[in-house]
């Protein structure tokens, strides 16, 4: 005999999307994506279809000044900084 799990069932792990607005209603977060399906579903007016896929080859970072190799490799000396007591207000 096999015992019956009554364990409540977990429902399908669905995310939400930031800032993802809904392509019919036009409501800003309310689309959730099921991880397992890819469907992505409109909780306030029941809109859903399949997430498109992304086929594309991942581009290339952009050359910036900070990704350049050669900006990785210089070394800026540090300056030398000194505190200044303030110099006591004179009374005229």
């Known amino acids: 005999m096999v015992p019956e799990d009554n364990s409540p069932k977990s429902p399908p792990p669905r995310r939400f999307i930031a800032g993802?607005?809904?392509p019919?209603?036009?409501a800003m977060d309310t689309i959730v994506?099921?991880?397992?399906t890819d469907l992505r579903e409109c909780v306030a007016c029941g809109f859903s279809d399949p997430r498109p896929k992304d086929n594309r080859a991942p581009a290339a970072e952009p050359v910036t000044r900070v990704s350049r190799p050669a900006a990785r490799r210089v070394e800026t000396a540090a300056d030398v900084v000194r505190i200044l007591e303030p110099s006591?207000?004179?009374e005229d």
């Open 20 to 22: 993802a607005v809904c």
């Open 24 to 26: 019919r209603c036009s």
């Open 33 to 36: 994506v099921d991880r397992e």
């Open 88 to 90: 006591p207000k004179r």
